[in-house]
């Protein structure tokens, strides 16, 4: 997944989106940044209470002023103008791992990146300076090298946050395929700040639940990344616990 995104004057300068409230347009472009290659946000409850900001009446501004759209469930948030503000070289263009609400998009007319889409070349580097030929015949090699090392990376995060909860409780062994469907969705930031939660997690629980060795009560691996309850932002830190037994005068 491409880790730049960029912006269109012509939608984020409209009439429309500047007469929207300071939440809801700041929350456009935080969803800007966070979505897959396809525009498709996910988590997005968990993005609100992440953020700090931001309501799903900001959620409906932005649907009745047709700015996103919303997947059938509710659970997915498209940015309808994704095209317009950004266009991705194929070589750097992942397709999102929603299929079917990719479909479902579709469906309703709107328009999507496929594997034939874009250009490998013409495309000006960062600096924005003409690139040489030599620099144009490397390009896409050294895009494929960047690609190899996000997967790899990801693979050992995930292999870090699949194994601490495995060590919590056994009954995460059978939840490896929900995890990584969960996980792979995340932004390389939150993926790293997922494996820090789950640890931070696990000592605080072995610490405050000793009456449940075995972790049988613990919140799972999955529910960690998309529940509604403990997820890994409440864990960045290592909870404070306040002493039990505490008596006036003392301790017992």
Do not use: C
């Not at 649907?63 to 659970?75: A, Y």
């Not at 263009?93 to 479902?104: D, G, L, V």
């Not at 309850?229 to 039990?244: G, M, V």
């Amino acid at each position: 997944m491409a880790k730049k995104r960029m912006f269109n004057q012509e939608v984020v300068r409209s009439d429309e989106f500047l007469d929207l409230p300071q939440s809801s347009q700041l929350l456009y472009f935080h969803f800007g940044m966070i979505a897959d290659d396809d525009g498709i946000v996910a988590s997005v409850e968990r993005e609100l209470r992440y953020l700090g900001f931001g309501t799903r009446d900001d959620l409906k501004i932005l649907l009745d002023k047709s700015f996103i759209d919303f997947t059938t469930d509710g659970k997915l948030v498209f940015i309808i103008h994704w095209l317009k503000n950004n266009n991705l070289r194929v070589d750097r263009y992942s397709q999102t791992t929603f299929k079917e609400a990719r479909k479902e998009l579709e469906a309703k007319g709107y328009q999507f990146k496929n594997k034939t889409f874009g250009t490998t070349s013409g495309i000006p580097k960062d600096t924005q300076g003409a690139a040489t030929d030599k620099e144009k015949e490397e390009g896409i090699d050294k895009g494929k090298g960047i690609e190899e090392d996000v997967e790899s990376n990801t693979d050992s995060l995930l292999s870090d946050y699949f194994n601490t909860f495995t060590n919590l409780a056994i009954k995460n062994n059978k939840l490896r395929e929900a995890v990584k469907i969960e996980f792979i969705k995340l932004p390389t930031f939150q993926k790293e700040q997922a494996v820090t939660g789950a640890k931070n997690y696990s000592v605080w629980y072995k610490r405050e639940k000793i009456d449940d060795p075995t972790g049988k009560f613990s919140v799972n691996a999955v529910k960690f990344i998309s529940g509604d309850k403990e997820t890994f932002d409440d864990f960045q830190t290592l909870p404070t616990s306040e002493p039990q037994n505490r008596k006036a005068g003392g301790y017992i």
